[in-house]
């Protein structure tokens, strides 16, 4: 396939996209009106299911299969990330020395640190309640162990994030996830179906039904995605040379 057939492919596909986004926002409710029927549905479907979080009821409850193609993406990409970036034969690895980090900056960090850590935690903890949720927090949970990597160097971070163990709790998270939509085909209702669990009592954190497992699924799988995909960039930054030295 020659340049100019595929710039007329990509030519047709952005012009057909765009003709449906058009047609779409024709659709849409007029802008500062009275009257929000995909909300007003949202709002009445979280209630319904004792969510006080409609932001969490729409990604893991009303539209969760949609939430599994997020997922999925950014586990792929990590995986993606991972082939490029794995050492190869003209590589070796040079232990980092370690780093002279000025005081104020470690203890500034290592103070942050557990602070961070218990944020992100409890975003994804109360993810069907209040704003935030899975990925939110996950992202939160993972960037605050590498605090330690400002705050000391390189080999204190390496000693709480054995990669290994993150990479096997990424693909953990993302099976109990699929698991738990599954689950809902084997009960005889349909795939990530929020009817397997009592709905429980309104604002608790075991309220929604299947919400929070959903959510602390995608929590971990955030959080060990982010570590994995970060180890493997400061591998390549601090530790991976090439033969010559360079």
Avoid at 157 to 182: F, K, N, T
Wanted: glycine share 10%.
């Amino acid at each position: 396939m020659n340049p100019r057939v595929r710039l007329w492919l990509v030519a047709a596909g952005g012009a057909g996209l765009a003709a449906l986004l058009v047609a779409a926002c024709l659709k849409l409710p007029a802008f500062g009106g009275s009257w929000h029927p995909y909300g007003d549905r949202a709002v009445r479907a979280s209630l319904s299911r004792h969510t006080a979080n409609t932001v969490a009821s729409v990604n893991f409850d009303q539209r969760a299969f949609d939430t599994t193609g997020e997922m999925t993406i950014l586990f792929a990409a990590v995986l993606g990330c991972l082939v490029l970036l794995r050492q190869t034969r003209d590589e070796h690895r040079a232990r980092p020395h370690p780093a002279d980090v000025a005081r104020p900056v470690r203890r500034y960090a290592l103070i942050v640190l557990p602070v961070a850590l218990l944020t992100g935690l409890y975003v994804i903890a109360h993810g069907q309640l209040s704003p935030g949720g899975g990925f939110q927090g996950g992202v939160v949970a993972a960037t605050s162990l590498h605090l330690l990597y400002l705050g000391a160097d390189y080999r204190a971070l390496e000693r709480v994030r054995p990669v290994g163990l993150y990479e096997i709790g990424d693909a953990l998270s993302v099976s109990a996830y699929l698991v738990l939509g599954l689950a809902g085909v084997v009960a005889g209702t349909a795939f990530l179906a929020n009817t397997l669990l009592p709905y429980g009592t309104f604002n608790t954190l075991s309220s929604g039904g299947t919400v929070p497992l959903l959510n602390a699924a995608i929590g971990m799988e955030v959080a060990c995605a982010v570590v994995v995909l970060l180890a493997g960039f400061l591998d390549q930054a601090v530790e991976i040379e090439e033969e010559s030295g360079k």
